[in-house]
């Protein structure tokens, strides 16, 4: 598991350096089929995955900082790298026997739901790849090639 989230944080790394070569007007025009721009839909990966690995560590889940504070590369990228210290700390202390542990939290219509740890992770590892899918398309209308998504070739396994 550990490895397909090195993959994803490569995968981020290599949109950041994609995005320095457009326009920031055309970052953060809306775009269709997604969360909204191409900066948002960053953020939104990066926030989503952070709040999900603080309920899996047993903190309280963070409020969603305003993307306004945050609707500029490099901000996005120091949020990211803030982020991703606590995120990295708990995916390479991962165990086995984590898989099946249970959280537990309140839905927003009051009912408590359970999600094992395993599936959690999975969830977040798919989260970002989907949102990596958009983007892509984006690149293309943009008329630029968009940032590979193989996994072999890597060096990650």
Known sequence: MQKLFEYNWQVRDDWFTWCETVPEKELLKERVGGVGSILYTLFHIVDVEYSWICGLQGKPEPEEP???????????????????????????????????????????????????????????????????????????ELGKKPVTANLIDRGLY
């Open 66 to 140: 305003p993307f306004a504070a945050y609707s500029s590369l490099p901000k996005l990228r120091e949020l990211s790298n803030f982020y991703h210290k606590d995120v990295k700390s708990f995916v390479t202390s991962w165990r086995d026997e984590m898989e099946n542990w249970k959280l537990t939290e309140t839905a927003p219509h009051g009912e408590t739901v359970s999600f094992r740890y395993g599936e959690v992770m999975r969830h977040v590892i798919v989260h970002e790849i989907h949102h990596i899918g958009q983007l892509s398309v984006w690149s293309r």
